[in-house]
Nanobody
Framework: EVQLVESGGGLVQAGGSLRLSCAAS????????IGWFRQAPAKEREEISC????????HYADFVRGRFTISSDNAKNTVYLQMNSLKPEDTAVYLC????????????????WGQGTQVTVSS
């Protein structure tokens, strides 16, 4: 079955950077769309970004404002999320999800989810 494993989270000071990794197995990576979501205790789940591996197209949530970059390494079956200029408001569990389309509704209904990695940004 499809398995996604997130890594790279941790504690970072405001203004710092982290790179998250999502290692995928059990799927045809080159035909997949991989998205990043985040979930904070006091917030609704938010879509951060998504990449469609077939054509390397990407999209980002408006609140990213150029701070985050998604990329894919087909040789490693891994998608990355580079996060710069981190803010305390970015504190959340970050999850990756695999599906066919970069669509929030599609991913929610049909996607395969990882367990998440904690990102904590302190002041």
């Amino acid at each position: 079955e499809v398995q996604l494993v997130e890594s790279g989270g941790g504690l970072v000071q405001a203004g710092g950077s982290l790179r998250l990794s999502c290692a995928a197995s059990g799927l045809t990576f080159g035909d997949s769309a991989i998205g990043w979501f985040r979930q904070a205790p006091a917030k609704e789940r938010e879509e951060i970004s998504c990449i469609r591996n077939s054509d390397n197209s990407t999209h980002y949530a408006d609140f990213v404002r150029g701070r985050f970059t998604i990329s894919s390494d087909n040789a490693k079956n891994t998608v990355y999320l580079q996060m710069n200029s981190l803010k305390p408001e970015d504190t959340a569990v970050y999850l990756c999800v695999a599906g066919t389309f970069c669509s929030r509704d599609y991913m929610t209904l049909f996607g395969s989810w990882g367990q998440g990695t904690q990102v904590t940004v302190s002041s």
